[in-house]
T-cell receptor, first 118, second 114 residues
Framework: KAGVTQTPRYLIKTRGQQVTLSCSPI?????VSWYQQTPGQGLQFLFE?????QRNKGNFPGRFSGRQFSNSRSEMNVSTLELGDSALYLC??????WGQGASSVGQYFGPGTRLTVT | QKEVEQNSGPLSVPEGAIASLNCTYS??????FFWYRQYSGKSPELIMF????GDKEDGRFTAQLNKASQYVSLLIRDSQPSDSATYLC??????????????FGKGTKLSVKP
């Protein structure tokens, strides 16, 4: 089974621009979560989508948004980029439902998109 | 503000020893607890999860949970140099379907010396 894929792997953008990152979950997974990882703050939860609906949201400004498509693929968008948005953005997928044994537990991460804002 | 605290390390142990990694969390409503391993330059990889108080063993790994003390730990027996990585503790307030909003600690860097 193919793992979580993220595109692009690397991005360099300028302050004020916007960026869209893409994530394809493991086949059959309906939940996609996004995290930001920086050396100072560690891994921070951005939002989770399940069946095209945002199910949970972290404490990030409205410049960060996302969506999920009917095939469970997800995109996140960051508008008006700031220098502090430079980070590794990780997508994680899971079944998103309970009661299907150990395979329903936990999230599986993609390789991430390294965003550099200059 | 829900928080998960870990000692940043580095924790250095000799090959073959037991490595003990600890984690405390602030939200008493937390239900699900996870340990992820992250090698340098790679993404986190799930290695253990635990829901109930007590111990859970999987191969060389044992997760321990004490909800009264809001404490989770991971023991790695017979540590190998390949275990050298950053170990992330993650907590979710959900026991059911939605475990997609994990709160992570900043990780403990483990170094296993040959």
């Amino acid at each position: 089974k193919a793992g979580v894929t993220q595109t692009p792997r690397y991005l360099i953008k300028t302050r004020g621009q916007q960026v869209t990152l893409s994530c394809s979950p493991i086949s059959g997974h309906r939940s996609v979560s996004w995290y930001q990882q920086t050396p100072g703050q560690g891994l921070q939860f951005l939002f989770e989508y399940f069946s095209e609906t945002q199910r949970n949201k972290g404490n990030f400004p409205g410049r960060f948004s996302g969506r999920q498509f009917s095939n469970s693929r997800s995109e996140m968008n960051v508008s008006t980029l700031e220098l502090g948005d430079s980070a590794l953005y990780l997508c994680a997928s899971s079944l998103g439902v309970w009661g299907q044994g150990a395979s329903s537990v936990g999230q599986y991460f993609g390789p991430g998109t390294r965003l550099t804002v200059t | 503000q829900k928080e998960v605290e870990q000692n940043s390390g580095p924790l250095s142990v000799p090959e073959g020893a037991i490595a003990s990694l600890n984690c405390t969390y602030s939200d008493r409503g937390s239900q699900s607890f996870f340990w992820y391993r992250q090698y340098s330059g790679k993404s986190p990889e799930l290695i253990m999860f635990i829901y109930s108080n007590g111990d859970k063993e999987d191969g060389r790994f044992t997760a321990q949970l004490n909800k009264a003390s809001q404490y989770v730990s991971l023991l790695i027996r017979d540590s190998q140099p390949s275990d050298s990585a950053t170990y992330l503790c993650a907590v979710s307030s959900s026991l059911g379907g939605s475990q997609g909003n994990l709160i992570f600690g900043k990780g403990t860097k483990l170094s296993v010396k040959p």
